[in-house]
């Protein structure tokens, strides 16, 4: 029978009126894998020694269009280090369309013209849900999100703000015109990759649709007080394994930056818009994300 006793996992002090009492809120140590309701399901994926005692960071997969959250972190290769890097992970899966396709509200471009489902706050309430049923971390939650699933982390930068740490987003873009990237409260970091060979969501983007990756990079960069004149290059990486040598142009907007946020593109030279990566992307990516705290 499995272990249901919670244990209490962490306290924070309420002042009111000067009465300084302890709230403490009880995690299990054998939570459910399944959040979100009937309706719309997400599964979780957690350490083998998950332990209800240590607030942990959140990661959210948000698939490409078409796909589904186990298949798209499947292809990322996470479930790989949830165990070694002892985080709480989510796989939402988005709307299914009337061809039987999922996708996610990212933009009107990418994928939902007919603005039809709120998926801002749906994916709101899974963050939400899950801090009351893992011991999370707020100051480090994160989305990784691939083409329509990166249309939809950057929307959540900038309407869900004060929920996001940081997001990497894989062949995804962002709102044709910056107006509509509101209300951001925080400015939140990103990671945009992104290969020059991509079909499907162009490197340089499409005019009156979304921007290219070096302009969104540079959005949100701004966003952050960064000095988008004044790049950093970080030098070449190798993930993936079938182009030649180190393919990965790694560029950070880390110049007068607000304190604890900054903005990176990685560039895959000669990159579809989905490469066939090694471990390397998974293990890269997620020391970026959890290197930004709040």
């Given at each position: 029978?499995?272990?249901?006793?919670?244990?209490?996992?962490?306290?924070?002090v309420?002042?009111?009126?000067?009465?300084?009492?302890?709230v403490?809120?009880?995690?299990?140590?054998?939570?459910?894998?399944?959040?979100?309701?009937?309706?719309?399901?997400?599964?979780?994926?957690?350490?083998?020694?998950?332990?209800?005692?240590?607030?942990?960071?959140?990661?959210?997969?948000?698939?490409?269009?078409?796909?589904?959250?186990r298949?798209?972190?499947?292809?990322?290769?996470?479930?790989?280090?949830?165990?070694?890097?002892q985080?709480?992970?989510?796989?939402?899966?988005?709307?299914?369309?009337?061809?039987?396709?999922?996708?996610?509200?990212?933009?009107?471009?990418?994928?939902?013209?007919?603005?039809?489902?709120?998926?801002?706050?749906?994916?709101?309430?899974?963050?939400?849900?899950a801090?009351?049923?893992?011991?999370?971390?707020?100051?480090?939650?994160?989305?990784?999100?691939?083409?329509n699933?990166?249309?939809?982390?950057?929307?959540?930068a900038?309407?869900?703000?004060?929920?996001i740490?940081?997001?990497?987003?894989?062949?995804?873009?962002?709102?044709?015109?910056?107006?509509?990237?509101?209300?951001?409260?925080?400015?939140?970091s990103?990671?945009?990759?992104?290969?020059?060979?991509?079909?499907?969501?162009?490197?340089?983007?499409?005019?009156?649709?979304?921007?290219?990756?070096?302009?969104?990079?540079?959005?949100f960069?701004?966003?952050?007080?960064?000095?988008?004149?004044?790049?950093?290059?970080?030098?070449?990486?190798?993930?993936?394994?079938?182009?030649e040598?180190?393919?990965?142009?790694?560029?950070?907007y880390?110049?007068?930056c607000?304190e604890?946020i900054?903005?990176?593109?990685w560039?895959?030279?000669?990159?579809?818009?989905?490469?066939?990566?090694?471990?390397?992307?998974?293990?890269?990516?997620?020391?970026?994300?959890?290197?930004?705290?709040?």
């Amino acid at each position: 029978m499995k272990n249901l006793i919670p244990f209490l996992a962490f306290s924070m002090v309420l002042g009111c009126g000067g009465d300084n009492s302890t709230v403490t809120q009880a995690f299990s140590a054998d939570p459910p894998l399944v959040i979100g309701g009937d309706e719309r399901p997400a599964e979780v994926d957690i350490p083998k020694d998950y332990d209800p005692t240590v607030a942990h960071p959140l990661v959210m997969v948000l698939h490409g269009f078409g796909a589904d959250g186990r298949i798209e972190t499947g292809y990322m290769q996470l479930f790989n280090f949830v165990d070694e890097k002892q985080f709480v992970l989510v796989f939402p899966d988005g709307t299914l369309n009337d061809q039987g396709e999922r996708f996610w509200n990212g933009t009107p471009a990418c994928c939902d013209p007919t603005d039809s489902v709120d998926d801002v706050g749906y994916l709101s309430g899974l963050i939400e849900e899950a801090k009351q049923t893992y011991n999370i971390d707020p100051k480090r939650v994160y989305l990784i999100g691939h083409s329509n699933g990166g249309f939809m982390s950057f929307r959540m930068a900038c309407e869900a703000s004060e929920l996001i740490t940081a997001v990497v987003s894989l062949a995804g873009s962002t709102f044709d015109d910056p107006a509509d990237c509101a209300p951001a409260t925080v400015p939140v970091s990103v990671l945009a990759v992104h290969g020059t060979a991509d079909a499907t969501i162009p490197y340089d983007g499409r005019p009156n649709l979304y921007p290219g990756a070096v302009e969104t990079t540079e959005r949100f960069a701004a966003a952050a007080g960064c000095d988008v004149l004044l790049p950093i290059d970080e030098g070449p990486v190798d993930l993936v394994p079938g182009l030649e040598g180190a393919e990965t142009d790694k560029l950070a907007y880390a110049t007068d930056c607000d304190e604890g946020i900054d903005a990176a593109l990685w560039t895959i030279n000669d990159g579809s818009h989905t490469p066939f990566f090694s471990t390397e992307f998974a293990d890269m990516t997620t020391d970026w994300l959890f290197a930004h705290s709040r």
